[in-house]
């Protein structure tokens, strides 16, 4: 056993399934405690740069395979290639 790696056991936070995790190479999501939400994330699913209290209010939670590989497809699916900010400038006062 000197050799193996710690692992944990963990709840997944989005199917609530019971999983063993290595934490050094576990996928976590950080979720906002005041609204239950991935940070960042709003109730309508649209996703928006989180606010400094919601980054330091947030709580990392541990998240299976299964939905590591659905978030991904689905942060392709929400995330269109032609977004871009660094072509927009805030106006000087
Ligand atoms: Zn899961």
């Given at each position: 056993m000197a050799d193996e790696q710690i692992t944990t056991i963990g709840r997944c936070?989005?199917?609530?399934r019971t999983f063993g995790f290595t934490p050094a190479t576990v996928m976590t999501v950080a979720i906002d405690?005041?609204?239950?939400?991935?940070?960042?994330?709003?109730i309508s699913g649209v996703f928006r740069e989180p606010t400094p209290e919601a980054t330091v209010r947030a709580v990392k939670h541990p998240i299976c395979s299964d939905c590591v590989n659905r978030v991904k497809q689905l942060s392709e699916f929400i995330?269109?290639?032609?977004?871009?900010?660094?072509t927009w400038q805030r106006g000087n006062p």
């Open positions: 936070h989005m199917c609530k405690p005041a609204s239950n939400l991935p940070l960042g994330m709003t995330n269109p290639p032609a977004l871009q900010f660094d």
